[in-house]
């Protein structure tokens, strides 16, 4: 009897692997995997935007949110449909704030104060809740994924509200539910969607050191 070749055993591992990764894809129809892709490489900009402090960060971010909403959508992923219509919403606040100038000055970075820390715990408490109902409301509630669900959409919401603020702790709760995200989208059974967070890993720690550079150096020069 012929052993399997090398080539062809590292064809089969080859194929094992790929199936691991996108297997999920195979019932998925052609246009949504590159709406998808197109979504994911939206987002991938949009964070890379932040990242450089250029105000691009928010019409990307919204060309990806809304791909991601009408996606959601199709697949009755209503609790993520609703996070990315908040990013959207959050997005337009965002860009208005950036843009805001005061005696010439766009708004600058600079880190929560007292209060701000306060609100931002009211809109992680809320968002708890609020995406608890949601779940109970489309009786989605009660498996793993619906906690941590919950638990990354509240650090999401209030990284969200913080970046658009132009506070430099929004990179920290961006680090944290990105970390959480790889594993859960992957088991969610969006593959590219969980690479994008990875990515987005690396990203959002590079953008905190960049934005403490810019934050320290407008001190100096102050």
Sequence with gaps: M?????????????????????????????????????????????????KQNKIWVFPTGMISTSIFIYLLYKWVLLGDMLINVYYFIMSIYGWYIWTRKKNDIETPITRVSSNEKKFGLIIFLSSLVFVYLVYVYFDKW???????????????????????????????????????????????????????????????????????NILNKSKQSA
């Design 142 to 212: 009660g498996t793993i994924t619906s906690y941590i669900d919950n638990l990354t959409t509240a650090i999401f919401f209030v990284g969200m509200w913080l970046m658009a603020k132009r506070k430099i702790e929004n990179w920290i709760f961006w680090i944290i539910a990105d970390i959480i995200s790889i594993p859960l989208y992957f088991y969610k059974g969006f593959t590219f969607t969980s690479l994008q967070y990875l990515i987005f890993t690396f990203i959002a720690i590079a953008g905190y050191y960049k934005w403490k």
């Design 2 to 50: 012929l052993k399997p070749s090398r080539h062809q055993s590292n064809c089969k591992s080859g194929r094992k692997v790929f199936n691991f990764f996108f297997e999920q894809y195979a019932t998925y129809e052609t246009i949504d995997i590159v709406l998808e892709i197109i979504a994911v490489a939206f987002g991938f900009l949009s964070v890379w935007f932040s």
